[in-house]
C-alpha cells in the first residue's frame, strides 16, 4: 500500500538525481544478470519473436480499458503506485504480491527477457535475490542507507504502451461499464488507499494532484458511491479522497471481489484534522 509506502518513496527519491539516476556518491550499486541457460537455444515462436522485435504492438489509438478490459485493476494500480520515463513504464512497490500481478498483465504484450528489476534494500540487508529471479531475468539491486525495507521497481521499455496509459489517466472519466470502475478502484485503493480496522472509518485514497482526485470522486458516482469528499494535507502535500463511514464497508466489499490486500488494510488517524462525512 502506498500509503504507508510514501514515506520510503521520499526517502528514495531523496537519493536521485533530477534525471531519475542514482548519485554514484550516496550509494553502491550491485548488479546481478540472471539468465537462464538454454533460453536463446531454443526456436522462438512466432508470437514470441513478435513480441521480442516489435515495440508498437496492436492496436494502441484506443483507452485502456477499451484494449485491455479485463485489467482495469492493474490500471488501477499503475495510476497509484507506477513507475515511468521517457521511454519506460513500469510499477513500484513494496508489496511483491503487487509487482507480481502487474508482471501478469504485462505479459500479454512483452516476453519475460523485456522485464528489468531494480530493487531498493537497506544498507547491509541481506537481499536473497533467488526470491526476486521469477520477476525478471535482469536485477539490479542498490543498497540505500535511509531505507527501512526493500522496494521493488519492475519496468519494460515501451513509449506505446506508457503513452496509451498516461492518456487514459487524463481521461479516466470516460470509463462507464461499473465492473472495470469496480476494478479500477481496486487497483487505486491496494496503491494509495487505506481504512481503519473497523472496515469504514477513515476510508480513502491518497493523490498527488487535486485533479485527479477530482475525477475519481466523480467516477464513484458511477458505481454509487455518492457521499465522498476531497481534502487536501498541505503539510504532506496530497489530496485525500474520502469515502463516508456509512457507505465505506459497502465500497470495500464492493472492490474486494478484485483486490489483493484491500482486507488486511489499517490506518492510523490522520495528524491533520479531516472532514466530516456522515
Not at 8 to 17: H, T
Not at 134 to 153: C, D, F, G, N
Request: one cysteine or more; a neutral charge.
Amino acid at each position: 500500500m502506498a500509503v504507508f509506502d510514501g514515506p520510503f518513496r521520499r526517502k528514495v527519491d531523496r537519493s536521485l538525481a533530477h534525471n531519475g539516476e542514482v548519485q554514484p556518491l550516496q550509494i553502491r550499486c550491485d548488479i546481478l544478470i540472471v539468465m537462464h541457460s538454454g533460453d536463446f537455444d531454443l526456436t522462438l515462436s512466432d508470437e514470441v519473436r513478435r513480441k521480442e522485435l516489435d515495440n508498437t504492438v496492436g492496436n494502441w489509438s484506443v483507452h485502456f480499458w477499451e484494449k485491455y478490459p479485463d485489467d482495469c485493476y492493474s490500471f488501477g494500480l499503475w495510476c497509484a503506485d507506477g513507475y515511468h520515463r521517457s521511454s519506460s513504464i513500469g510499477i513500484s512497490n513494496v508489496d511483491i504480491r503487487l509487482v507480481e500481478r502487474f508482471r501478469t498483465f504485462l505479459q500479454k504484450e512483452f516476453p519475460s527477457s523485456r522485464f528489468r528489476l531494480r530493487i531498493y534494500h537497506p544498507y547491509g540487508m541481506g537481499l536473497d535475490l533467488e526470491s526476486y529471479r521469477h520477476l525478471s531475468e535482469t536485477i539490479v539491486s542498490y543498497p540505500m542507507r535511509k531505507s527501512s525495507q526493500a522496494a521493488m521497481q519492475l519496468y519494460v521499455n515501451s513509449r506505446p504502451l506508457l503513452r496509451l496509459m498516461q492518456d487514459s489517466r487524463q481521461h479516466v472519466e470516460r470509463m462507464d461499464d461499473r465492473e472495470q470502475i469496480v476494478a479500477y478502484f481496486a487497483g487505486r485503493f491496494d496503491g494509495d488507499g487505506s481504512v481503519y480496522a473497523d472496515g469504514k472509518t477513515y476510508c480513502r485514497i491518497a493523490y498527488s494532484s487535486e485533479a485527479e482526485a477530482r475525477m475519481d470522486q466523480q467516477l464513484l458516482l458511477k458505481i454509487g458511491i455518492t457521499k465522498s469528499s476531497v481534502y487536501h494535507y498541505k503539510q504532506a502535500q496530497e489530496y485525500c479522497l474520502y469515502i463516508s463511514k456509512n457507505i465505506a464497508s459497502s465500497f470495500v466489499g464492493m472492490i474486494s471481489q478484485y483486490a489483493l490486500t484491500t482486507p488486511e488494510m489499517h490506518a492510523s488517524v490522520p495528524v491533520e484534522t479531516f472532514p466530516a462525512l456522515s
